[in-house]
């Protein structure tokens, strides 16, 4: 049986950043837009926290069944090292979707926002299938269009609108550039396990893209997240705060261009989670600058 610690290990804390970011991200949109509301907000990080443990704990029991699991260099999977039992991890996956679904329900009720109700089922559906059922999009070079997608616009302007009731520029390249983050996260993960994922016929884009390219993908993404915030500069002058992210950004770029043994990989998702965490919290230091 897993022990506390190894649960914690399956929930692989170190993506959690990339759930929590465009919710600071869609906050301070919304508090720029002078509508700030911290009950809604926290409903929104419970969601997206909730949404991505889901995930992983999904991903663990669905790729430990298939046996893409039983080989990797990466962090503990409970399904893979047989810690514990598929379908506790299972129950372990739905329990999280199932909070995430009741806080979303809270913060449509709240917002009366019921069209995101469609969105958050939308979400949940996404979470089990990246990985889970007969045909998961993960395993055809589909999953960082949808962590883009769910990690960047729907989770950063959601959150905006829950709070404001609208949504800004600012905030629409907030989401862009959050969500550019998550997906380098996603890709630095696939290019540790290209080796592993072409046995067993996993086609993420880090494999149909080959070893070279989704090394230079990943350096490419974190250039163009702080790019496309530079559009806001003539309006936001303090959105240029982003660019200290720059000097944090050189050791897992050439960590990702130079590492050749696939461990030395391992660090860069964490590092890769406190860039967004960090890109997030310098964003809402823009926006309350730009308030004052």
Known sequence: MATVGQWIEGARLRTLPMAIAPVIVGTAAAFDL????????????LVSLLLQIGVNYANDYSDGIRGTDEVRVGPLRLVGSGVAKPQHVKMAAFAALGLAMLAGLALVVLSQAWWLLLVGAGAVLAAWGYTG??????????????VFFFFGPVATLGTTFTQA?????????GSISTGLIAVALLMANNVRDIPTDS????????????DRNARLSYVLMLVLSLAVMM???????????????????LMPSWLMLKGKKRKNLIPVLKQTGLINLGFSVLFAAAMVLTGL
């Open 34 to 45: 002078g509508a700030l509301h911290w009950g809604r907000a926290i409903l929104a990080a």
């Open 165 to 173: 009731g609208q949504v800004s520029a600012a905030a629409v390249l």
């Open 199 to 210: 046995e067993v016929g996993k086609r993420t884009l880090a494999v149909r893209l080959g």
């Open 133 to 146: 059922g007969k045909s998961p999009y993960g395993y055809m070079g589909l999953g960082d269009v949808f």
């Open 231 to 249: 559009l806001q500069v003539p309006a936001k002058p303090w959105i240029a705060l982003v660019l200290l992210l720059i000097p944090f950004m």
